[in-house]
């Protein structure tokens, strides 16, 4: 699926409508991932009507702000508008996470021949492998929601990398997030802490008091020493 646009130039859908041109930028947004080509025309009826139930299902899909993983999904709009302003038009509409193809390139209707788009809006979706999952996929986009996703992910065996990352943050966030157990986990070790240091000044006191009875043994040894020699003489 990657060979279909290495060696073309991707454009990202944000405020500087960044070029993604080599190959290493294009295998990354790419690989292992569920491609949606989605050809439309700013004059078409139909796709304006489509174009926000699109807009919101890859949103729920790939938006930080709606989902915590995004999907492993990407979404290139085919233009076949006739000027380049009404490509404008449509990209406005589409979220900026979508790439697109420049409205010079004319690989845009080879894209269409290839994959015989004759009627829009037509989204035609991709596994990883590069064979075709759905040869026009806006009814059950329409029809499902995001749940086409799910069925699409089943068909193509895509394992999410996600997952992996759920199971290991997942106790990680709960201790984070119950507050009283932590402040209790660190009033704990404050308290251990103060208790090793009073041992230690408790600890210090019985030295000192252990020499002082060391001392005192030692002043009775030497009185009754010099007792002992008082007799003999």
């Keep these: 699926m ?132 759905s040869p026009n996929a806006v009814q059950d986009i329409c029809r499902f929601g995001c749940d086409c996703f799910r069925n699409w992910q089943e068909s193509s065996e895509l394992i999410e990398r996600s997952f992996m990352l759920n199971e290991e943050f997942q106790n990680l966030n709960m201790r984070s997030a119950t507050d009283p157990v932590r402040r209790l986990k660190y009033k704990t070790e404050d308290d251990k802490r103060k208790k090793r240091w009073w041992n230690s000044l408790g600890k210090g006191k019985d030295e000192s008091q252990e020499e002082e009875e060391k001392d005192g043994m030692r002043d009775r040894k030497r009185k009754d020493g010099d007792k002992v020699t008082g007799r003999k003489r």
Aim: charged content about 30%.
């Design 2 to 133: 990657v060979d279909l646009f290495l060696d073309r130039v991707l454009v990202e859908n944000n405020w500087d409508q960044d070029e993604l041109n080599t190959e290493r930028e294009i295998i990354a947004i790419i690989e292992n991932r569920i491609l949606m080509l989605f050809f439309a025309s700013a004059e078409c009826v139909k796709c304006q009507e489509f174009l926000p139930v699109l807009n919101d299902f890859f949103k729920r899909l790939k938006d930080p702000a709606y989902i915590e993983y995004p999907k492993l999904l990407a979404l290139i709009y085919i233009s076949l508008d006739q000027s380049e302003a009404q490509q404008e038009r449509v990209l406005k509409e589409l979220h900026k996470k979508v790439l697109f193809l420049a409205f010079e390139d004319p690989y845009r209707k080879e894209l269409q021949a290839k994959f015989k788009v004759k009627d829009v809006p037509t989204v035609v979706v991709i596994r990883p492998d590069g064979s075709i999952l």
